[in-house]
C-alpha cells in the first residue's frame, strides 16, 4: 500500500501545470518542511547514510559521515566516492544497480583516518529492483566496538568453545568412524579367505577368486578413504576456528592457488553434476599471502556454494587487479541469501544447514582479515550469491585519507 506522503506528491505531479502560484507555494512549503524533517532524523543516527549518483558522484551526506571520515561535507560533496572511500568498489555497485533486481552488497573495510576504524557497509540502488543505473545508498556502520568485543568474547570463552566442539567433533566422528570399523571387518574376512588354502587344483572353468577378492578390497578401500577424507576436513575445521595460526605470508601466485583447489574439489563437482567455469587474468601479478590459508579459504567459500546450488549449477571464478592488490570471485548459480541473514552469516555457530557447523564463513572471513586483505559478499536475489576476496601485492603499511587539493 503506498504512503499518505507518495500518494500526496504523485496527485501533484500529475496536476502540477495547472496549480495557481498560491497551491505551488504550498505545495513547495510542504516539500521543504519534509525535506528538514528527514534531514533532521538522519542526522540523528549513528550509522553514515551518503547517497551517491548514476556517476558515482556524491549528492547526499549525513553528519555522521563526516564524523567518520573527517571530511566536511563541502569538501566532498559532488566529489567521487572513491575519493571519500578509496576501498569501495563503484564499478562492482553499479554493475548490480544496472542488472536491476533484489540486490544487497555488504563489504567491510578499516580507515584510518582520523582515527582508526572498523567500518561495515551496506549498499542499495535507489530505485529498488528497476534495471538502469539512478545511483547507490550506502550505509556506514561503525562496528570497531563491536569487533574489539566480539575478539574478546572469543578469548574468555574459549574453554567452554573448546568444550561444545569436542561434542561437536565427536557427534561428527560418529558415523564415518563405524562405517570405517565395518569395512575394515570385510576387509579382515576377505583376507583371511586369501590365506586359507583350498587343498584343490583350480578347474579352468573356475573364475579366479583371487581377483575377485581383490575387487572387493579395492572397493572397499575406496570407501574407508572417502570416509577418512571426511573425517580430516571436519577436524581441520575445528582445529582453525579453535587454534588460529599467523599466516606465513610470502610472495605467492593467487591462479596456482585456485587451480590447486579446484583440482583438490573437482571430484566432488563432478560428483554433484555441477560446472566449472573460469575467467583467470592471464597477467596477474603476485601477491602477499599465505598459500595454504588462502586454499582453507577458498575451499569453504566453494563447499557453500556446491550446496548452494541444484544438480546442473555452475560457479563461475574469475581473478583480477584491482589498485594495489589482486581479487579473487566466486558466483554460483544458487538461490542467492535472503536479506534477513546477510548480517548473520559470519556470526560463530549459525548456520542454515542441518549438518553445518556455523564456522566455515567465520574462518574464511579472520583469515583475510589476518591479511590485510577484504572479504565482500554481493547476494541478488534468485541469481545467486558472489563472494570475493582481496589480497594486498605488497604488506601493506598504515594510511592516511589524504586531501585533493587541486579539487578543491
Known sequence: MPSTKSSFVEKVLGRIDVLDPQDLQSFVERLARERSFLETLFNTVEDGVLVADANGRIIYLNDAVTRLTGYEEEMVMDQPVSRLLPDVDWDLLQAMDRDGGQGVVRREFELSYPKPRFIRLYAAPLDGEAKGSTGMALILHDATEAREQTHEAIESERIQALTLLAASVAHELGNPLNALSIHLQLIEREVRKLRQPSGLAKRPDEPDEVNDIAAKLE??????????????????????????????????????????????????????????????????????????????????????????????????????????????????????????????????????????????????????????????????????????????????????????????
Open 219 to 408: 572397493k572397499y578401500i575406496g570407501v574407508a578413504k572417502g570416509e577418512v577424507n571426511r573425517l580430516d576436513y571436519i577436524v581441520t575445521q575445528f582445529l582453525q576456528a579453535i587454534r588460529p595460526t599467523k599466516p606465513s605470508q610470502k610472495k605467492s601466485s593467487l591462479n596456482d592457488t585456485i587451480e590447486e583447489t579446484v583440482e583438490l574439489l573437482r571430484p566432488e563437482f563432478d560428483n554433484r553434476g555441477q560446472a566449472l567455469k573460469f575467467d583467470l587474468a592471464s597477467d596477474l601479478p603476485l601477491a602477499w599471502f599465505d598459500a595454504a590459508q588462502i586454499k582453507q579459504s577458498l575451499i569453504n567459500l566453494m563447499k557453500n556454494s556446491m550446496q548452494a546450488m541444484t544438480t546442473g549449477g555452475e560457479l563461475e571464478i574469475k581473478t583480477g587487479e584491482a589498485g594495489d592488490g589482486v581479487w579473487v570471485s566466486l558466483t554460483d548459480s544458487g538461490g542467492g541469501i535472503p536479506q534477513e541473514q546477510i548480517k548473520r552469516i559470519f556470526e560463530p555457530y549459525y548456520t542454515t544447514k542441518k549438518k553445518g557447523s556455523g564456522l566455515g564463513l567465520m574462518i574464511v572471513q579472520r583469515i583475510v582479515r589476518d591479511h590485510d586483505g577484504r572479504l565482500e559478499l554481493m547476494s541478488h536475489g534468485g541469481k545467486g550469491t558472489t563472494f570475493r576476496i582481496w589480497l594486498p601485492k605488497e604488506e601493506r603499511m598504515p594510511r592516511l585519507l589524504g586531501v585533493n587539493t587541486e579539487d578543491e
